[in-house]
């Protein structure tokens, strides 16, 4: 099942703007994962943050995790129209004997230049 | 290092024929994931795959969906008696083994029944 849910579904800013996209979970999680897909590709993985941290960092990506509140948000700095594509938060539920991540549904990101 | 791959990249088939995807996972990856994306939507889990071991088919359609890893070859995702409905991309993705699972993913299998 959907573990994650993206908000806002769309989002559209200018180039050199910040962008905020929102993650909420429902169940506990080890860790937490945001993968970019542009038009037509498969998923890329950008960052991972384990249930024990409360932000990460990674060049222009700023991850942050509460998980009182089940929600994690990816910031984006200095956007670039290369960031242009859709972003997805994914959740690990443990099953079986083994872990399968779960993707929401997304943020499209349009970033004009 | 060629990542994951995963052929055909295009498939199209009439309703009632067989769709067979293959997925050959990154180098040095023992874990198999098989996602189904439609348009507009995120990826939906199908099924959890080691070698020659279902670990986790939760998310495979109870009929014609079955999928395998064998000792040798590629995954094999296998879509029986193919409808309108199955039309959408299907994303392999790999891992080295479990725990942090950061996946490589495929660029996808298009499927379109016509």
């Known amino acids: 099942s959907q573990q994650g849910e993206e908000d806002p579904q769309a989002l559209s800013i200018q180039e050199g703007e910040n962008a905020t996209m929102n993650c909420s979970y429902k169940?506990?999680?080890?860790?937490l994962q945001w993968y970019r897909q542009n038009s037509g590709r498969g998923l890329v993985h950008l960052i991972l943050i384990r249930s024990n941290e409360r932000e990460k960092h990674s060049g222009r990506l700023r991850v942050t995790l509460d998980t009182s509140k089940k929600s994690s948000s990816l910031l984006i700095t200095a956007s670039r129209a290369a960031d242009t594509a859709s972003y997805f938060c994914?959740?690990?539920?443990?099953?079986?004997?083994?872990?399968?991540?779960?993707f929401g549904k997304g943020t499209s990101l349009l970033v004009t230049p | 290092n060629a990542g994951v791959m995963q052929n055909p990249r295009h498939l199209v088939r009439r309703r009632g024929q067989e769709a067979r995807l293959r997925c050959s996972p990154m180098k040095g990856h023992s874990h198999v994931y098989w996602y189904r994306q439609l348009p507009e939507e995120g990826l939906k889990f199908m099924v959890y795959l080691q070698k020659e071991n279902i670990i986790d088919e939760s998310g495979m359609p109870k009929e014609r969906f079955s999928a395998e890893f064998p000792k040798e070859g590629p995954s094999i995702l296998r879509i029986q008696q193919v409808v309108r409905g199955d039309s959408a991309a299907y994303f392999c993705?790999?891992?080295?083994?479990?725990?942090?699972?950061?996946?490589?993913f495929g660029a996808g299998s298009r499927l379109t029944v016509l």
């Open positions: 169940t506990s999680i080890n860790n």
């Open positions: 993705a790999s891992s080295p083994g479990e725990g942090a699972n950061v996946l490589t």
């Open positions: 994914a959740t690990d539920a443990h099953s079986n004997s083994g872990y399968a991540l779960n």
